[in-house]
């Protein structure tokens, strides 16, 4: 394509989200906010109900997460100028040159919607702000990329991170024959201490949404959802990855369509390949409750891997899988017996072999509290054990972390046939094994880091809580940003199927 071309692209997606604006964002808060509401935060989480058309969706998301969101462009600028050293106005920038041509309409009606939502509550973010946000996880392979090309050598800060531990098993794996599947996210604790929203989206067209995430995202980021065909979905990143595709289609809108429509796991592949650009690469972990099946997709850039099965289990834990890819895609070393990503990928099998038949919800709430270090032969906390302490390691996490960093699990979800089925899964806020992160405590031990002084915040450690999804539409005077708990419906006399728009 030539320069002209892509300008000209630019161009009308510019004129397009102005005419966005004049259409929908004249329409009264109270009319774009419909049924949607936020409840009380519980056990450290915040639920929201989102529903109607994208345009309204984001408006909600915006309107009733507004001073969150405010927030969150406030940490991810810091994280992103201390790790990638860019400012937030080099990520703008590239959210509206690099990124916007290649959003599909539906998308970017949601995520104008945010920035409509936001300007309704007095927050100074824009649509670049929303669009920079919700590509946070994959800035770093870009910012590589983009290095790359002018001869300049990255950060070693801006290395892809290794985020999460998961599995998830079916047939004489588990008590019951059917799916379970569970995951903790790792992240920094600036960002992980946020990542506290339970989304239940009823978009328009496509399945109902229950998945966690952070305010402002259209995408659960770290990607833990199930949907009313079915299907359940997470995944981990592939360990010190590199490659990236400016003209494919970012992967938070990849991520955001697979989870609104698939129906299957042929139907989640293809959404996850299709307009592939590298960004945060995973092995993502589906299941199907219709079918007992489940699967893992490990999507590179170059290489792409999809293993499935009606009986067994697959766990991951940032170790790359296909050695091709492992030689062509990624610098990790699969020979470092101590490195975190080889511990825990050992400790998963260990528990799967242990557990075989006997896998459930609570056996999966016992994995993710688990601090068996497979290297020292030892039960202590540390980047290599499934409930992750980067803070408690004097040695870190040299593809992403140094010594002592605020970084590790930060909280947690689990989900079975059985919930799935009613819309449901359960998770905990903050490590799984009850151990409270104190921040200021912290800082004085190790002032390396008080570069996070200005935002970094506690981390503590709640109980297992289920969240459902519900149609419950509370009265006017309580669909506002400061809504009480509203009474749940029963999701199986109110979940409306949506039929996924022809692709």
């Not at 927050?123 to 090309?149: C, Q, R, S, T």
């Not at 952070?214 to 770290?222: C, E, N, V, W």
């Not at 199986?492 to 199927?497: C, F, I, N, S, T």
């Amino acid at each position: 394509m030539s320069r002209r071309a892509v300008m000209l692209g630019v161009l009308a997606a510019g004129l397009a989200s102005q005419s966005l604006v004049a259409v929908a964002g004249d329409l009264p808060a109270e009319a774009r906010l419909k049924g949607a509401f936020r409840r009380a935060p519980e056990n450290g989480w915040t639920y929201v109900h989102l529903e109607g058309s994208p345009s309204e969706i984001g408006f909600q998301n915006g309107y009733l997460l507004a001073p969150e969101i405010a927030d969150l462009q406030k940490v991810f600028a810091l994280e992103l100028q201390h790790d990638n050293h860019k400012d937030w106005r080099f990520f703008r920038d590239a959210a509206r040159n690099m990124m916007w041509p290649h959003i599909e309409p539906q998308y970017r009606q949601e995520l104008q919607g945010i920035a409509d939502g936001l300007r309704a509550r007095g927050v100074k973010l824009d649509l670049w702000d929303v669009v920079a946000l919700n590509a946070d996880l994959e800035w770093g392979y870009y910012v590589a990329y983009y290095d790359k090309l002018r001869s300049v050598k990255p950060p070693a800060s801006s290395a892809a991170p290794d985020h999460c531990s998961a599995f998830v098993a079916t047939g004489h794996y588990t008590r019951d024959g059917r799916v379970v599947m569970a995951h903790n996210a790792w992240t920094s604790y600036l960002d992980g201490s946020r990542w506290t929203i339970i989304y239940d989206i009823a978009p328009a067209q496509g399945y109902h949404i229950l998945m966690d995430g952070l305010p402002g995202l259209i995408h659960s980021a770290d990607d833990f959802g199930i949907n009313s065909a079915g299907i359940l979905i997470t995944e981990t990143t592939i360990a010190a990855f590199h490659g990236y595709d400016p003209n494919g289609v970012p992967e938070f809108v990849r991520a955001r369509k697979a989870m609104q429509y698939s129906a299957s796991i042929d139907d989640f592949a293809h959404l996850m390949q299709e307009g592939n650009n590298g960004g945060y690469a995973n092995d993502w972990l589906v299941a199907d409750r219709k079918t007992n099946e489940i699967a893992s997709l490990e999507l590179g850039l170059k290489h792409v891997t999809l293993a499935r099965t009606k009986d067994g289990y697959f766990v991951s834990a940032n170790f790359p899988i296909n050695p091709q890819l492992m030689r062509e895609e990624t610098n990790f070393n699969p020979n470092d017996a101590g490195n975190s990503e080889v511990c825990r990928h050992r400790r998963w099998e260990q528990l799967m072999a242990e557990y075989k038949g006997k896998i459930d919800v609570e056996a999966a709430k016992r994995f993710l509290a688990d601090h068996y270090d497979t290297y020292s032969g030892k039960t202590e906390a540390s980047e290599r054990t499934l409930c992750g302490h980067v803070e408690l390691s004097p040695r870190g996490m040299p593809t992403w972390a140094p010594p002592y960093s605020p970084n590790g699990a930060v909280q947690n979800k689990v989900a079975d046939a059985a919930l799935a089925e009613r819309m449901s899964f359960q998770a905990a806020a903050g490590h799984a094994c009850g151990m409270d992160f104190l921040a200021a405590e912290h800082l004085r031990a190790h002032p390396q880091f008080d570069w996070m002084k200005p935002l970094l915040r506690d981390l503590k450690a709640y109980p297992w809580t289920t969240f459902t999804a519900t149609l419950a539409r509370p009265s006017a005077a309580t669909a506002s940003p400061a809504d009480a708990e509203s009474r749940a419906a029963d999701p199986a006399d109110q979940l409306r199927h949506h039929h996924p728009a022809g692709r």
